[in-house]
């Protein structure tokens, strides 16, 4: 053959038959394989010769009868498929049964072999635990004997121990308690002793602390002292300007008198003027300062 040729029909199957163009074939809902149609095909061919004027009604016709043979075809071959693995699991099972059957009646065998055999072994072990426990009632009653007399030496030898400790402890206590009235004695002696010490220190500081009290109140008193004579000196100071400036005002007021010829006001009592200078004298006491005492002194003014 032509080597072109058979790439081209190869090209061409590949693409005619390619698994994306791959279709179910179907008449009506019944699925159609390639034993089916060469059968189909040539049904059809039959009816179209022996039908000729009424070919279409005559296809219907085989169409129908077809797919029922088709689909009677494809039951019969799942049923007899079904009942042949129906029997094969039927017989499988008849096997498994007879196998296990023999393996049962086998094992049972051994099992009344081995049951048997540990029988006689139970009843040896049975003996041999029998004289066992023979030997050990013997064994038993000898060591109680000898644990009888180890109790009871060992009885004395505890009780003369007993009296031992607690002689031992009476010798402990007596020894604790000399101790102790020792130590409450030398406890009473650091206690009295710090008791002075601290009593001391107590007074020593009591005489610092007076001692800073008076040199503090000597010092408050000398410094009230020079604060009284700075205000007397401040307030003399005022009285003596007020004063100056009474004067002043009282010529002032007496040229106006006689300038405007009306009859001269009533003199000032010597009482206010006294009661404004002890005002400005208790105001210049409660001041903090020589500079707050001649502020109020001039605000008085």
């Known amino acids: 053959m032509n080597r072109i040729f058979v790439e081209k029909a190869k090209r061409m199957i590949k693409i005619l038959l390619s698994p994306k163009k791959f279709q179910v074939k179907r008449i009506g809902s019944t699925e159609m394989c390639c034993k089916d149609f060469c059968k189909y095909l040539s049904v059809c061919i039959k009816c ?51 196998r296990h059957e023999e393996v049962l009646a086998k094992e049972q ?9 540990e029988k006689h072994q139970r009843e040896c072990e049975r003996e041999k635990a029998r004289q066992q426990r023979e030997n050990d009632c013997r064994e038993f009653e000898k060591s109680q004997a000898e644990a009888a007399a180890m109790l009871a030496k060992t009885k004395r030898e505890h009780e ?13 206590e007596a020894e604790n308690e000399r101790r102790r009235v020792e130590m409450n004695a030398r406890h009473e002696e650091e206690r009295l002793k710090r008791e002075r010490e601290f009593q001391s220190q107590l007074e020593q500081s009591k005489r610092e602390l007076e001692a800073r009290q008076k040199e503090s109140e000597e010092k408050q008193k000398k410094k009230y002292k020079k604060q009284m004579k700075k205000i007397q000196e401040d307030s003399d100071k005022a009285i003596k ?36 200078v002890v005002k400005v004298g208790i105001d210049i006491y409660t001041s903090s300062t020589p500079l707050g005492a001649l502020n109020t002194v001039r605000k008085n003014l």
Do not use: C, G, S, W
């Open 48 to 98: 179209f010769e022996d039908n000729k004027e009424f070919a279409p009604q005559a296809v219907h016709t085989v169409n129908r009868e077809f797919i029922i043979k088709v689909e009677v075809e494809r039951a019969l071959f799942h049923y007899n498929e079904a009942m042949d693995k129906n029997e094969k699991k039927r017989l499988q099972i008849i096997q498994d049964k007879r």
């Open 109 to 117: 065998a051994e099992a009344e072999a081995k049951l048997e055999e």
């Open 241 to 276: 300007k007020l004063e100056d400036d009474r004067k002043q005002d009282d010529d002032r007021r007496k040229q106006q008198e006689t300038q405007a010829a009306v009859p001269p006001p009533a003199a000032t009592n010597i009482f206010d003027v006294a009661r404004e």
């Open 160 to 172: 003369i121990q007993r009296a031992e400790a607690r002689a031992e402890r009476q010798r402990a």
